[in-house]
């Protein structure tokens, strides 16, 4: 059986992307994620009360001073590094796998590397959203622990953008 996902998918309308995952990639698929659950408002919120306790703390006649800083000042630090810390984290799993050829059609989403194919029906999916330079497609699960980034840049020609949007929005629509 050496189809390797190609003829699993087969539709009359096509769009190709070609691409090799970046950091880039990987953290817009977060940050769209993040946005749909609301993470951002909360991570928003964490940060004010962690820095605002810290500097509270600071300025407080009996407080231990520049030791709050070094104390809450990291915290700071790592409640707004998480999303990049995610990003790299997942780089580096996909990173070492090559080029990703990914095939949109109206059946699903297909994608390949040198080492695996992927096929996903659209079942699995509740919507999407486009970025600037991505579309990322989200899973149904409360969490939206699966996403599918498709960066601009893999696609062939500029129509192609147009061409991916109206197959998506035929099968998922956005979100």
């Keep these: 059986m050496d189809h390797q996902g190609r003829d699993i998918i087969q539709a009359a309308e096509t769009v190709e992307l070609t691409y090799r995952p970046t950091r880039?990639?990987?953290l817009a698929g977060i940050r769209v994620r993040d946005r749909v659950r609301q993470l951002h408002v909360l991570r928003g919120a964490l940060i004010a009360l962690v820095a605002g306790l810290g500097l509270l703390l600071t300025m407080e006649p009996?407080?231990?001073g520049m030791m709050n800083v070094l104390v809450y000042g990291p915290v700071v630090l790592l409640l707004w590094a998480i999303p990049r810390l995610q990003a790299r984290h997942v780089l580096r799993i996909v990173?070492?796998?090559g080029e990703y050829r990914t095939t949109v059609t109206d059946a699903g989403v297909s994608?390949?590397?040198e080492h695996a194919t992927l096929t996903v029906r659209w079942s699995l999916f509740r919507g999407y959203r486009e970025t600037r330079d991505h579309v990322v497609l989200l899973s149904r699960d409360p969490n939206i622990l699966c996403l599918?980034?498709?960066?601009k840049r893999g696609l062939g020609a500029p129509e192609d953008a147009e061409r991916?949007?109206?197959i998506l929005d035929r099968n998922v629509g956005r979100v």
């Design 24 to 26: 880039g990639d990987i």
């Design 62 to 64: 009996d407080g231990a």
């Design 95 to 97: 990173q070492w796998q």
């Design 111 to 113: 994608a390949t590397n």
């Design 148 to 151: 599918e980034v498709l960066p």
């Design 164 to 166: 991916l949007l109206a």
